[in-house]
């Protein structure tokens, strides 16, 4: 059975930090993985987005890397601002029960401090 | 070009009332996945559609819940009795193929309370 653990559950970093944030899958048969946000009462951002044969994305301050082999992605925020302050989701695709479907992770909730 | 549109945003329902959640997929997809997310969880997987089949329910409660998308107009999540176990945030998302290396686009949720 696939499961996805976030670490860490909650995150306080000070304006201007370069942070790291940890997923962790234990099933390496993976379709695809992606990264979302999500704001307090708001629906689902989608951030980056790692196909099973790629080992990173980069989109502006964000980068996220895949290490299938070691079950292992990490997303990657430059220069964060108060504006980043979100949980954010990583989510592994894969074949269960004979269709995709999406298996999320708790989530890591970010605050960035002014 | 919408997004996944879901409405309502907010329902508020009395113990062992219906609640039904609508969602629109975004143009040209056909496949819908309903999940929930308990306060304080992660997103859960419900449900997965295609146009008139219901594809996996390997996610749904035994009773009181069930989903359809129809021919024509929304996919539907009915829930039926609500109990408070049921308020949560329930997301609907959408891709243009089963295996699309897109990934899905999700809507931002119906937040049901039941009171």
């Known amino acids: 059975k696939q499961e996805v653990t976030q670490i860490p559950a909650a995150l306080s970093v000070p304006e201007g930090e370069n942070l790291v944030l940890n997923c962790s899958f234990t099933d390496s048969a993976i379709y695809n993985l992606q990264w979302f946000r999500q704001d307090p009462g708001k629906g689902l951002t989608s951030l980056l987005l790692?196909?099973?044969?790629?080992r990173e994305q980069t989109s502006g301050r964000l980068n996220a890397s895949l290490d299938k082999s070691s079950g292992r992605s990490t997303l990657y925020i430059a220069a964060s601002q108060p504006g980043d302050s979100a949980t954010y989701l990583c989510?592994?695709?894969?074949?269960?029960?004979?269709?995709?479907?999406?298996?999320f992770g708790t989530g890591t909730r970010l605050k960035v401090l002014a | 070009n919408a997004g996944v549109m879901q409405n309502p945003r907010h329902l508020v329902r009395r113990r062992g009332q219906e609640a039904r959640l609508r969602c629109s997929p975004m143009?040209?997809?056909?496949?819908v996945y309903w999940y929930r997310q308990l306060p304080e969880e992660g997103l859960k997987f419900m449900v997965y559609?295609?146009?008139?089949?219901?594809?996996?329910e390997s996610g749904m409660p035994k009773e009181r819940f069930s989903a359809e998308f129809p021919k024509e107009g929304p996919s539907i999540l009915r829930i039926q009795q609500v109990v408070r176990g049921d308020s949560a945030a329930y997301f609907c998302a959408s891709s243009p193929l089963s295996d699309s290396f897109m990934g899905y686009t999700f809507g931002s949720g119906t937040r049901l309370t039941v009171v």
């Open positions: 559609l295609q146009k008139e089949n219901i594809i996996d």
């Open positions: 143009k040209g997809h056909s496949h």
């Open positions: 989510a592994v695709r894969r074949v269960t029960s004979g269709t995709y479907k999406y298996i």
């Open positions: 790692i196909q099973s044969s790629q």
